[in-house]
Each structure stands twice: as C-alpha cells, then as structure tokens.
C-alpha cells in the first residue's frame, strides 16, 4: 500500500499528464498532416486544388439564383450549372490524395487570387441575395460570365500540364468546351435584358503551384 502523501501527488500529476499527452498527439498529428500536405501533387490534384473552389463559387451562385428568376429557361440554366459543376467536383476529388481531400473547403484563394479567376466578392454575393426578379437575372449574368471567363485560362493551364489521355484530360476538354459555350449563350441573355459586362483581364491569373 502506497503512502497518501504518494497518491495525492500522483493524482494532481496525472491532469497535467493527461494534457501533456493529448497536446503532443495533436502535435504529432499536425506534424504528419504538414508533411503530407508539402508532398507534390500530380498534374491532374494541382488542377483540382484549383478549380475547385471555383466550382463550388459556380454552384453557390446558380443556388442563389434559382428562386429569384423569373424567366424559367434562365432557371433551367442555373439547375444545370449548379448539378453539372457539383458532379465535377466529385470527380475532381478523386484526383487527390485523401489528406488533400480533407483540406477541400478550409484551403480557399485569396480576394486577390479569386478576382483574378474571375470570382465574386463577398460584397458581390450580397448584392445578389438582395435582388429579385429582371436584377437578380441581370447581376448572376454578369458574375456568372465573369466566373466562366477565369475559368478558361484555368482551363487552358490544365491542359497543358495533364497531358496523358485518360478520363481527366477528357473532364478538363468537356469544362472548356461547356464553358466557352455557355459564357456566349449567357451573353445574348444579359444583352436581351440591357445588362453589360463586368470588366475582367485574364492576364492577372495566378499559377497553380499547389
């Protein structure tokens, strides 16, 4: 039998113990999960890192629009761009390590890197929530094609870089293509509505360098 005076030291050390053990697993953990995410990706995991939280933008901005519109064609629209991009981005995660895939959605650009991929602000998000109607179709028009317009060189970059055939070259094709052709269908429709468009200069994309 163990002295009193021995016990109760021991059980005002073991709280310390305890919390010492805990700080150094997170740390541990930490330390793996650094040197993880340091690891180069593929050609195809940098486009992913990258194009990504555009999408998810892409899918957030037709969902805002789509009780807001008016013209049923326009909402069409919206429902396709928010499920076509949604199963594209499950698809891109596959492209990812999973210690990547669980960074998806805490790894976001800056405001300088988004405006450059032709991304909305905050501020701009706000806008749209607050309309309705002929001006809700109007901004998601103009932001929407603005978004399209910083994906194609993303896009461009893409293919350059993956350039074994395979089904993800073949995603990246499809993107592009889908794209070019909605930015023009997208133009006709802010133009019938006497919108004009947002300013963008392409030149300023950052490289993915993930």
Aim: net charge neutral; glycine share 8%; charged share 20%.
């Amino acid at each position: 039998m163990q002295p009193r005076w021995l016990e109760s030291e021991f059980m005002q050390a073991t709280p310390l113990l305890h919390r010492l053990f805990r700080w150094g697993l997170v740390g541990l953990v930490l330390g793996v999960l650094g040197l993880l995410l340091a690891q180069p990706l593929t050609p195809e995991g940098r486009f992913a890192l990258a194009m990504i939280p555009h999408h998810a933008q892409a899918v957030e901005l037709a969902k805002i629009l789509e009780p807001r519109a008016t013209d049923q064609n326009l909402r069409y629209f919206a429902q396709d761009v928010a499920q076509t991009q949604a199963a594209q981005i499950a698809q891109m995660r596959r492209w990812l390590p999973w210690w990547r895939q669980l960074t998806i959605g805490f790894e976001r650009p800056s405001p300088q890197a988004a405006a450059a991929m032709g991304m909305a602000s905050q501020q701009e998000i706000a806008e749209l929530l607050a309309l309705q109607g002929r001006e809700a179709e109007i901004r998601f028009l103009q932001l929407m094609i603005r978004h399209h317009q910083g994906a194609l060189p993303m896009i461009e970059q893409g293919l350059a870089e993956v350039q074994s055939p395979g089904l993800s070259r073949r995603l990246i094709e499809a993107m592009g293509q889908s794209q070019a052709g909605e930015i023009q269908t997208m133009k006709r429709w802010l133009l019938e509505r006497g919108g004009t468009l947002l300013p963008f200069d392409p030149t300023t994309l950052p490289m993915h360098n993930h």
